[in-house]
Nanobody, 124 residues
Framework: QVQLVESGGGLVQAGGSLKLSCAAS????????MAWFRQAPGKEREFVAA??????ATYYADSVKERFAISRDNANASLQMNSLKPEDTAVYYC???????????????????WGQGTQVTVSS
């Protein structure tokens, strides 16, 4: 089993920054893609960013491009969030795919392991 624990969420003013971290434990291996998703109240969980097992390829939702940056250190992952907007308010989840894939997935169905989430609130 794999356990993922997110940290770093909080309350920040619009235009501010936060860095989320995801710590993996258990049967961890580094050759899996990892991703961040978020879910706002009353909305579906949506893709934010993903990173390949090597860290050499990253993908972002259009809404966060140029503002967010995903990175990883072996089996752990981080999400640097800059220029935050009120619409970024959500619970942020770290995820790891269940099986290694040739292409980094951006759909939540491809991710088997999930953290418990961390709340990010951006005030206007």
């Amino acid at each position: 089993q794999v356990q993922l624990v997110e940290s770093g969420g909080g309350l920040v003013q619009a235009g501010g920054s936060l860095k989320l971290s995801c710590a993996a434990s258990g049967r961890i291996f580094s050759n899996y893609a990892m991703a961040w998703f978020r879910q706002a109240p009353g909305k579906e969980r949506e893709f934010v960013a993903a990173i390949s097992w090597s860290g050499g390829a990253t993908y972002y939702a259009d809404s966060v491009k140029e503002r967010f940056a995903i990175s990883r250190d072996n089996a752990n992952a981080s999400l640097q969030m800059n220029s935050l907007k009120p619409e970024d308010t959500a619970v942020y989840y770290c995820a790891r795919e269940g099986y290694p894939s040739l292409r980094v997935p951006t759909s939540k169905g491809a991710y088997r392991y999930w953290g418990q989430g961390t709340q990010v609130t951006v005030s206007s």
